[in-house]
């Protein structure tokens, strides 16, 4: 049961340095091997090519947190607002279709870290995701 998980990355700069980044990683149990959650962190571009992930947003993503996600990257919702509010603050997540071109848009934010990030996704990006999402909800209930 000592399987190794992989973080998920995708990175969007731009030539004026206003892009974002966004990481998805597994938290594992390190007894058990089993994944707990997933955490979304995302940060801001710092310069070219650079992200600031000294300060970013990370929010925990639960089993409720991924399937609205998955309903959003399938089709069968327009979109997701997740709220997550926590003795350090709040975070937020909005997943959306991108305005003018095909895809999505990923929004996340934090009053812990005062900032505001955006992504934009890809159908193709999207779609690893959803794949990926898929695949760890059997994780997540121990469905091996």
């Known amino acids: 049961m000592n399987e190794q998980y992989k973080d998920v990355a995708i990175y969007k700069p731009t030539k004026s340095t206003k892009g974002g980044a966004l ?9 058990t091997g089993i994944i707990e959650c997933l955490y979304l962190e ?31 990257f399938s089709g069968r919702e327009a979109k997701c ?3 997550h509010k926590s003795a350090a603050g709040s975070s937020t997540l909005d997943i959306a279709p991108n305005q003018g ?7 996340t934010s934090s009053t812990a ?32």
């Open 113 to 144: 870290s005062g900032i505001q990030v955006g992504v934009p996704l890809s159908n193709d990006e999207a779609e690893l995701l959803l794949a990926l999402l898929r695949g760890i909800v059997p994780k997540l209930y121990g469905w091996n």
């Open 42 to 72: 995302a940060a801001k571009q710092s310069g070219d090519r650079l992200f600031d992930w000294n300060t970013k947003v990370v929010m925990k993503l639960g089993i409720v947190d991924i399937s609205k996600m998955m309903t959003v």
């Open 23 to 31: 990481q998805i990683k597994p938290s594992v149990n390190k007894e």
């Open 81 to 83: 607002n997740l709220f």
């Open 101 to 107: 071109v095909p895809g999505f848009y990923l929004k």
